[in-house]
């Protein structure tokens, strides 16, 4: 907002001896003024193939893939969309994996609201996780010992 300001500056309204700047249309609105839900971020995009391995997507809405560290495709997008439309109708969030006193996302937490809601995890994302953490929440037939809430 800074830089679009630098390149192209608005003009204040007076008010007064003050000047009132007027807000700038953002790109970033999940929602226009007609109520089309806009695309907002673009910041974790990545290319339509599969195999990614890497930590994307916003903490509440993360897909199981990615949680479990194993190679992830487009297909988290749908996942993305579903979270979002029961967030919508919940009117919260279905996985809140943060501890709100840190400021931080809890790993344990996630998998045991995962579970919670999904069930165990296939025996294959234990097996082929990249996370040396993932392990250590299972036995070797998958089973977990942390407390699912």
């Given at each position: 907002?800074?830089?679009a300001e630098e390149l192209n500056p608005s003009v204040p309204v007076m008010d007064g001896k003050y000047p009132v700047y007027r807000s700038r249309e953002e790109p970033a609105t999940a929602l226009n003024i007609t109520?089309?839900?806009?695309l907002n971020?673009?910041?974790s995009a990545r290319s339509a193939s599969t195999?990614?391995?890497d930590w994307s997507?916003?903490?509440t809405y993360r897909a199981p893939e990615i949680l479990m560290s194993v190679p992830w495709g487009f297909g988290v997008d749908t996942w993305s969309i579903g979270i979002l439309i029961l967030e919508l109708l919940e009117g919260r969030n279905l996985f809140y994996p943060i501890d709100e006193v840190r400021n931080q996302y809890v790993l344990p937490l996630a998998l045991a609201q995962y579970i919670a809601v999904l069930g165990l995890p296939p025996l294959w994302m234990?097996?082929?996780t990249t996370n040396p953490t993932i392990?250590?929440?299972?036995?070797s037939q998958g089973k977990t010992h942390i407390q699912c809430i």
């Open positions: 907002m800074e830089r109520g089309i839900v806009c971020d673009f910041g195999g990614h391995q997507m916003p903490d234990i097996q082929e392990p250590t929440f299972f036995d």
